[in-house]
C-alpha cells in the first residue's frame, strides 16, 4: 500500500460520502431551491473528489485528462441545470 | 459471489423497480422522468455485459435523445389536454388494451423462455466476417455493422429519414415549408446560451472523436451522431441558431446524404468488389469511414429534426 493508494482512497471515501449526503439532502429536504443546493454538491465536490482520487491510477496522462475533463463538463451543465431550474422555479412562484 | 455479482444483482432490482415505477406513473412527465433513468440503468448493464458500444448508444440516443424526444411530446399532449374535454376511455376499450398488451408480453416472453438450447446465433458468422471484408478495422463492432449487415444498417437510417418525413407530414397543410416551432417560445435565458455557447463547440468536437475512435475503439456513427444532434438541440434551445425551414435544399441534401452514399458505394461495390454492398479489401478502411461521416451527417440532423416536430404556421415571418 503506496502512499498514492492512501491517497486515492481518502479522496474516493470523501467523495462517496458527498455523494451520500447529497442523495440523503435531495430526498429529506423540504424544497426544491434546497433539494437543488443538495444535488450540486454531490455533482461537484462529490464527482470532483473520486475523479481526483483517481487521477494517480490512470493509465497514461491522456486518461488522466480525460477524468478531468469529464468533471469540468459535469460541473458546466450541473450548475447551467441548476440556474436554468431555480429560474423556472422563481417564475413558478411569482 | 464476490462484490461484483452483487452490484449486478442490485443494478437488476434496480432496473425492474424503474421500470414498475415508470409504467405504474400517472403523471406523463414522472413517467418519462422514470423512462430517462431507466435507459442510463440500462446503459450501465451494457457496460457490465462487455458492450461499450451498445452502451454509448442507450445513454446517448435511449436516454438523451428519446428523453428531449418524450418530455416535447408530453408538453404538446398536455396543451392538446386543455384544449379539448376529458373523454374517459369505456370499460371495454381499456380491458380490451390491457389484454392486447398482456398478449404481446406474452408472446415475448414465450419467444424467450422456448428458445432453444444451444441459442440460434449469427455470433460466429459475424465473428468471421469482421475478421474478412471489414478487415483493418480495429473495432469488430464497426466491421460488423457496416461490412457484414451494411445493408440492414444502411436500412435502419432511412427508417431514421421516413421517420422525420412522418412527423413532417403531420403538419397543417399551410404551415408546409414553414420551420417547425421554436423549442422555447418565449425566449432563451442567459444560463441556457451560457450552457450552449460553452457545451457546444467541446460536444461537437467529443462527437467527432467517438466517430473517428470508432473505427479502432467503442464508439462509431450513431453514437458520434448522436452527439452532434444533441449540441444542435442545445445551440437550437439557447435560440442562438434558428430552426431550419423543412423546405431547406440544405436540410433535405444533408438528411438523405447518407444512405445516398451508403447506397450509391453499394451499388459500385458490384463492379469493384465482385458484390452488392462489398468492398475492395484494400480500401475497405478509408471507404467504410467515407460512408461513415456522411452518416453521422444525416443521423445529427434527423434525430433534432424528430424533436422538433412538425412545421407550425406560427415561426412564419
Known sequence: ?????????????????????????????????????????????????VALGLLPRADSALSALKLIVIWALVLLSGSSTAQLIGRALRRGRK | MNLLSYLDVVLALLIVGVASTTIAARDLFAAVVGYVAYGLLLAFVWIRLYAPDVALTEAAVGSGVTGVLLITAGKRLGALKNAAPEVQPAFTFKLLTGMLAALVAGALAAAILLLPDPPPSLAPEAAAAADGAGAGLGNP?????????????????????????????????????????????PKATAPMIFLAQMLAPVGVLIGIHIFWTGANAPGGAFQGGALLAAMW?????????????????????????????????????????????????????????????????????????????????????
Open chain 1, 1 to 49: 500500500m503506496t502512499l498514492l493508494d492512501l491517497f486515492s482512497i481518502a479522496a474516493i471515501g470523501v467523495g462517496t460520502f458527498f455523494f451520500f449526503a447529497g442523495t440523503v439532502g435531495l430526498l429529506r429536504f423540504p424544497d426544491s431551491l434546497t433539494r437543488l443546493h443538495a444535488l450540486t454538491k454531490a455533482d461537484n465536490l462529490g464527482l470532483g473528489l
Open chain 2, 141 to 185: 463492432i464497426t466491421a460488423v455493422l457496416m461490412s457484414y449487415r451494411s445493408f440492414d444498417t444502411m436500412l435502419e437510417k432511412m427508417v431514421l429519414i421516413l421517420a422525420v418525413v412522418g412527423v413532417w407530414s403531420v403538419g397543417a397543410d399551410k404551415a408546409w415549408g414553414s420551420a417547425p416551432a421554436e423549442l422555447r417560445q
Open chain 2, 233 to 317: 438541440m442545445v445551440i437550437m434551445m439557447a435560440q442562438l441558431v434558428k430552426m431550419p425551414r423543412v423546405d431547406a435544399q440544405w436540410l433535405r441534401v444533408v438528411l438523405v446524404s447518407g444512405p445516398a452514399v451508403f447506397l450509391i458505394i453499394g451499388l459500385a461495390g458490384e463492379f469493384t468488389a465482385g458484390s452488392f454492398f462489398a468492398y475492395p479489401p484494400s480500401l475497405a478502411k478509408p471507404i467504410i469511414l467515407f460512408i461513415e461521416a456522411f452518416m453521422v451527417l444525416s443521423i445529427a440532423a434527423a434525430l433534432p429534426m424528430l424533436v422538433a416536430g412538425p412545421p407550425s404556421e406560427r415561426s412564419d415571418p
